[in-house]
């Protein structure tokens, strides 16, 4: 679906309206943004609230990888046209759940944020 082509501080209001972004970038093409999610599910959100869910939306293959530390994720891509623009949106969730702090560690850093 093709829609009319707003300008770029309207789509990035309705983007934070719509979702919570982690970072939000024009491409230097002018034409296309880049938009990153923490989660899978914050991504798929947004497409639904957005009205990008159906089958005309182009996705990159789900795929689980390491980072350069060995931590493993998995991540989505999506590419669809909204309001004119060109969207490369990116989610990577981390699928290891980290090491919880003790509680002689939390209590010290609980300290150190109300001083």
Not at 63 to 91: E, L
């Amino acid at each position: 679906m093709t829609t009319p082509r707003k300008n770029r501080r309207a789509v990035m209001a309705e983007l934070l309206l719509l979702a919570n972004p982690t970072a939000i970038r024009v491409r230097s093409d002018g034409t296309s943004l880049d938009v990153n999610f923490d989660s899978i599910a914050e991504l798929r959100s947004w497409l639904h609230l957005a009205g990008l869910d159906g089958p005309d939306v182009l996705f990159g293959k789900e795929h689980q990888g390491a980072d350069s530390d060995g931590r493993p994720y998995r991540a989505v891509n999506a590419y669809p046209t909204w309001h004119g623009w060109k969207i490369y949106a990116h989610a990577t969730e981390y699928t290891d759940r980290g090491a919880h702090l003790d509680a002689s560690t939390t209590d010290r850093l609980a300290a150190l944020a109300v001083a």
